[in-house]
């Protein structure tokens, strides 16, 4: 009887030439692709006192790592980029040889534009930008411009629609979205997510976060599994097509 295990991958040159060839986009998405990239554990929960980093594996970072050096634009909800410190993006030596140019730019989706925010961003040097909702005021906009922040502001419409609007505007084929759950939930229910690579750890949160991973109203949404494997280490990671293809 032939095995179903996905192949085990581990980090030596022929492995690592295999994880990078199967995080490749389906050929069938157009640009600008949207690829979200999340962790859980088994049962579903995405963070460990109310971060993700708590659930990682050596091999889920070689992901997280490869794909934040194949993105041209890296977007991030304000919940997860304030919980997580994010900062500007870097490209994993690991990675290095396989992309030209600079790092990509790390965009931080806000509805509201807090002193905290603020804050995460100046500094930066246009690395760290802000997107803010269409409705943010026109006096939360200059305090972010007064500290050196580059903020976008998102079209009015769906958030989706206005997401790839700003991903062209930007000259982005490929946007890597980081989370969280509940912008997840936003975005693949309004058909705005084309791939997920998904890394289940390989353990079961008993008691944990309430963070499940995608929240929202109640959605179904069809997808197609495009690429699995596993390591020595455990945990299983997946390339997943949403809709089972690559129609929007």
């Known amino acids: 009887m032939r095995s179903t295990r996905p192949p085990e991958l ?10 990078w060839a199967a995080l490749e ?21 995405t963070t460990v006192d109310g971060r993700s980093g708590g ?6 970072r070689l992901v997280y790592d490869a794909m934040r050096a194949r993105a041209d634009l890296v977007l991030v ?9 994010y900062g500007p993006a870097g490209v994993s030596p690991v990675w290095a040889d396989r992309r030209s140019g600079p ?51 998102l ?11 700003l991903a062209v505007h930007l000259g982005a084929d490929e946007v890597d979205f980081e989370g969280g759950p509940q912008l997840l939930g936003t975005l693949l229910a309004g058909g705005a997510v084309d791939e997920l690579v998904l890394t289940l750890a390989p353990e079961v949160i008993i008691g944990g976060d309430d963070s499940p991973l995608a929240s929202g109203r109640a959605a179904r ?14 945990g299983l990671y997946t390339r997943w097509v949403v809709g089972g293809g690559g129609e929007r």
């Not at 069938?28 to 929960?45: F, H, K, N, Y």
Request: charged letters at 20%; proline letters at 11%; a neutral charge.
């Open 10 to 19: 581990g980090d030596d040159p022929a492995a690592l030439e295999s994880i």
């Open 25 to 45: 986009p389906d050929p069938g998405l157009a640009p600008p692709r949207i690829r979200a990239v999340m962790i859980s554990s088994i049962d579903g929960t």
């Open 55 to 60: 659930l990682g594996t050596p091999t889920d």
């Open 77 to 85: 909800g304000s919940g997860t980029a304030l919980a997580e410190g």
């Open 103 to 153: 790092a990509p730019v790390v965009v931080v989706l806000t509805r509201s534009l807090p002193d905290r925010l603020i804050q995460l961003c100046a500094g930066t040097g246009d690395r760290v930008r802000i997107a803010a909702a269409p409705d943010v005021g026109a006096d939360r906009l200059a305090a972010a411009r007064a500290r050196g922040v580059t903020v976008h502001v």
């Open 155 to 165: 079209q009015p419409g769906p958030l989706g629609a206005s997401i790839r609007c």
């Open 221 to 234: 949404v069809p997808m197609r599994v495009a690429a699995a494997f596993t390591c020595p280490r455990g």
